[in-house]
C-alpha cells in the first residue's frame, strides 16, 4: 500500500474557533428517512410496536442501526453496517445481517444507495446497493445459526425460517450482534461483534471464510482467560473456539470500537463497557489483532478511560459511559465516540476524543484530548435543519456508532437509530439516520489510507 501523510494546512480561523464556545462546526447533514426499507425477507415478527410503528415489515427487511463505516467504493460513498437489528437475539432473528453502500449529498440533504461494486447510484428498491453476511458451509461459523432450523428461535410462535434464508445460509442478528467494521487491504471484511464478543472475516462479498476469533482477557480481571458475553453462543463439537464460561464482559458491553491502521496489517477492538469486577469501572479494553498472523496478540493491549479528563462531565456518572466507535487515522492515534446512556432532552455527554496509545499515563491509561463535543457544535450556516436551536447543532441519539474520517480537520458521524424504538430527535417518533460532517478547530495527523480514512491521491 502507498501512503502519505496529508497535507496540513492550519486555517487562519482555528485559534477564533479554539476560543469560540462552539469550537467544532456543523460542515453538513445528510438524512436516511428512519422508514427506509430494501428487499428480502419479513422482518420485524419478534418484537411490538414502538413509536407508532406497525409491524411487521412485511417483504422487508430495515435499513437501520448504523454501527460501522469505512470508506465506500467511490469517493463520497460509504459503507455502512447494520447491527444485529432489534436489540437482542430473541428478536433479530429474522433481521439479515447487511453492508449498504449510500452516498450522503451534503448539498441537498438526502442519502441514496448506490452499486456495491461501482458505486454508480442505484434506487432502494433494488439489490445492488448492499451485500447480505452468508455462512461459507453448515459449520463455518461454529455454532446452531438460524438457518440451519425449520423455525425461527422464538419457540412461541412456530415461525418458519424464511426460505431465503436456509437457501443463502444468510446470518442473522440472532446469530451476531455486529457492531465494527474494517476492509483489509485485498477488499475483504472484518467484523466485530457483540455476543463473543468475536471477530469474523468475510470476502468482499459477504461470506464467511473463517469461524470467529474469540479474545484472551490479558487483564488480569477475573478467572475467565477470555473474554465472554453473557450472550456467548455454546461452539459446536470441533470448534476451535473456546467453551462457554463465566461472563465477564456486560451485555451489549462487546466489541463496539472497531478499526484498522492505515497500512492494514493490524486490527484494534474496543470493548464498549467495563468488565465485569474490575475495580475501575472507567476503563474500557483495547486489544489488537495481527491480520497476517490471524490471531489476537497475547501481550498487546491498551487501557481507555472514559470519562471526561478534565472532570466535565456535564452531570453524568462517567462510569456509565459507553464507546460508540473509532477510527485509526494514524499508526498511534484514534478517534473515539463516547456517550452517556439517553436520549432527548436527557443526553448530556456525546463527545468525539482522540486517544494516543504512544503516550501512557502511570495508570496505564492512554492519553485523550477532547476533538468535539456533539451536544454543542456551532452551525453557523444553519445546516442542522431540526437539529439546530439557536446556531447550535445538537446529536441527542442515545447511540451515535459511527466516525470516519474524510480530511485532516473533518470528520463523518452519524447515529444508530435503533428503529423503531429510538427517539432522540422528537419524542414519540422514531429517530433517523442521520450522516453530518464535522469540521474540527484543529487538523489531525490524518495518514490517507484506502482501507480506513480519506483514500490517497492516485
Known sequence: MQSRHLLLLAAATAAALASSAHAAELAGRAVLPAATFAPGPTSGQFITGANGVSVPFTGQQTVQGFSGVVPGPVPGTFDFIIDNGFGAKSNSADSLLRVFSLRPDFTTGTVTPVNFKTGKPSQFSNTDWYITLRDANTSQTGFTNVYKGNFYPNGAQNIAVDPAIQNGHLLTGSDFDVEGI??????????????????????????????????????????????QSPDYPTPLPGSHLPPVSTSNAKGSGGFEGFTINPDGTKIYTLLEKSLTGDTDATRRIINVFDIAASKFSKTEWFA??????????????????????????????????????????????????????????????VQKTLLADLMNLADPSNLGGNGTTGGVFTMPFVTIEDVIAVSADTVLVANDNNYPFSSGRTPGLPDDNEIVLIKLDQTLDVVCSPVNTVPCAP
Open 182 to 227: 474494517v476492509r483489509a487491504k485485498d477488499g475483504s471484511f472484518y467484523f466485530g461483534e457483540e455476543f463473543g464478543p468475536f471477530v469474523f472475516h468475510t470476502t468482499k462479498e459477504g461470506k464467511l471464510i473463517h469461524e470467529p476469533w474469540a479474545v484472551r482477557n490479558l487483564t488480569g480481571v477475573g478467572s475467565n482467560p477470555w473474554i
Open 304 to 365: 481507555y478511560k472514559v470519562g471526561d479528563p478534565n472532570g466535565n462531565n456535564a452531570g453524568i456518572d462517567p462510569t456509565s459511559n459507553s464507546i460508540g466507535d473509532m477510527n485509526m487515522i494514524n499508526d498511534h492515534q484514534i478517534v473515539v465516540i463516547e456517550r452517556d446512556q439517553n436520549q432527548g432532552s436527557a443526553a448530556k455527554f456525546k463527545r468525539l476524543y482522540l486517544a494516543d496509545l504512544s503516550v501512557v499515563d502511570s495508570s496505564g491509561f
